[in-house]
């Protein structure tokens, strides 16, 4: 039982360039959520997807999208990265929106 | 402006002592609220809860009171293990949008043997 798994660990992008991180969950969770977090700071919900099929805004969505693939997977892709988007992004899943997040290892990103 | 503020980044204890950690929130829309345990180069993982009926909730060594009126709200370890020492975060939604949870900055929190 994997739980919430996140790649890639680490990328290194230059300013405009492209990429998708991925986000898997064995737990047959109906949730999963996209969060940031900056150095000293908390973590801010980029996206969230409260059921298969749907997804909502959190509060930093500008220059992100992402895609419920289907119910295991949530991927979260940056069209065009900028230097702002450096940080560490997790990923996290519930059964419900009302019960326990619980979080991947998370994706440390830096745009150059 | 911060909804939810963790006013000390840090806090120092002794083994065996108690930690106190505290959070305060400004959106008296909030009614739910959790703390969450950060290790280095990991995800957080949830602690503890508390719903805005209630205003304490105890489970082994940790216990969250809620103060409504004060919008306050602290997370008490004791007692206090080296193995404690971590980021806590403070987090809170509301149940008319439970899919936002908004998050304070972190404590850390460091356990001295």
């Known amino acids: 039982n994997a739980g919430v798994t996140q790649t890639p660990k680490f990328q290194v992008l230059k300013t405009g360039q492209s990429m998708t991180l991925q986000c898997a969950q064995d737990?047959?969770?109906?949730?999963m959520y996209w969060y940031r977090q900056d150095p000293g700071m908390g973590l801010r919900l980029i996206y969230y997807?409260?059921?298969?099929?749907?997804?909502d805004k959190g509060e930093v969505p500008n220059g992100y999208n992402v895609s419920r693939l289907n119910k295991r997977e949530f991927s979260l892709r940056l069209e065009s990265a900028a230097p702002s988007q450096t940080s560490v992004y997790f990923c996290?899943?519930?059964?419900?929106?009302?019960?326990?997040?619980?979080f991947g290892p998370g994706t440390r990103l830096t745009v150059l | 402006d911060q909804q939810v503020k963790q006013n000390s980044p840090s806090l120092s204890v002794q083994e065996g002592r108690i930690s106190i950690l505290n959070c305060d929130y400004t959106?008296?829309?909030?009614?739910?609220f959790l703390w969450y345990k950060k290790y280095p180069a990991e995800g957080p993982t949830f602690l503890i809860s508390?719903?805005?009926?209630?205003d304490k909730n105890e489970d082994g060594r940790f216990t969250v009171f809620l103060n409504k009126s004060a919008k306050h709200l602290s997370l008490h370890i004791v007692p206090s293990q080296p193995g404690d020492s971590a980021v806590y975060f403070c987090?809170?939604?509301?149940?008319?949008?439970?899919?936002?949870?908004?998050f304070g900055d972190g404590t850390t929190l460091t356990v001295k043997p």
């Open positions: 996290a899943s519930s059964r419900t929106v009302t019960d326990t997040q619980y």
């Open positions: 737990m047959n969770h109906n949730s």
């Open positions: 997807s409260a059921s298969e099929g749907t997804t």
């Open positions: 959106n008296s829309m909030f009614d739910y």
């Open positions: 508390i719903s805005s009926i209630k």
């Open positions: 987090a809170a939604k509301s149940n008319t949008n439970a899919g936002k949870s908004t």
